[in-house]
């Protein structure tokens, strides 16, 4: 599921829910589509933990609950894609500020103490073509260790600043990586999102 796009994430949650029989409001217009708005594109290759989907259904739908929507969805989405909750929002996604990932990355020829230092003063990486950023303005918290389960790989616990403008993910993080070192292997997991307060976001 981590290799769907996010343009295709939106085409399947509009036929998992039509498979579900959850009627969904649709745009005005020559082109009318579902209206279903995601916090933020996850980037591709990157599992998620904690996807939030804005989904309007319209009032003829005949459901009452987050429960009976929930039970509806049953079966009717991929494995791989599990809807958790269903609730009506009571924040907008404009208030999401970080984003914590875990990137479980198989090193070649550096440690934790390389990766740290690393991460300790400026590290520029090319966002776009001709646009360098400087990961440390975006760097909330970072912490590495060695997992339990898997000592040959490294594991950086990092926070993120979300900048709906631009948005950083944990593919970053490996590009600065490799500026360095050379990674054999990576696995990147979205964790957990958070508001201005520093709450997790729900």
């Known amino acids: 599921m981590k290799y769907i796009s996010h343009l295709d994430l939106n085409r399947l949650f509009a036929r998992a829910l039509a498979r579900a029989q959850i009627e969904l409001l649709h745009s005005e217009g020559f082109n009318p589509h579902p209206k279903i708005t995601f916090g933020s594109a996850l980037s591709l290759g990157t599992e998620s933990l904690c ?57 070649q020829g550096f440690g934790i103490c390389e990766l740290e230092q690393l991460f300790s003063g400026d590290v520029s990486v090319e966002k776009k073509p001709g646009n360098f950023i400087n990961l440390k303005d975006y760097i909330c918290d970072i912490a590495v260790s060695r997992p339990f389960e898997a000592p040959e790989y490294i ?33 990147i997991r979205k964790i957990e999102t958070y508001d201005k307060n520093g709450d997790i976001f729900a």
């Open 155 to 187: 594991l950086a616990d990092i926070v993120l600043k979300t900048n709906p403008q631009l948005f950083l993910g944990g593919e970053n993080i490996i590009k600065a990586i490799n500026s360095k070192f050379a990674v054999d292997d990576y696995l």
């Open 51 to 107: 996807e939030f989907a804005d989904v309007k259904i319209t009032k003829t739908a005949g459901l009452e609950t987050g429960e009976e929507i929930l039970k509806k969805t049953k079966g009717a989405f991929p494995p791989g894609i599990n809807i958790i909750e269903v609730y009506a929002p009571e924040s907008d996604f404009k208030t999401i500020d970080k984003t914590r990932f875990h990137i479980f990355l198989k090193p």
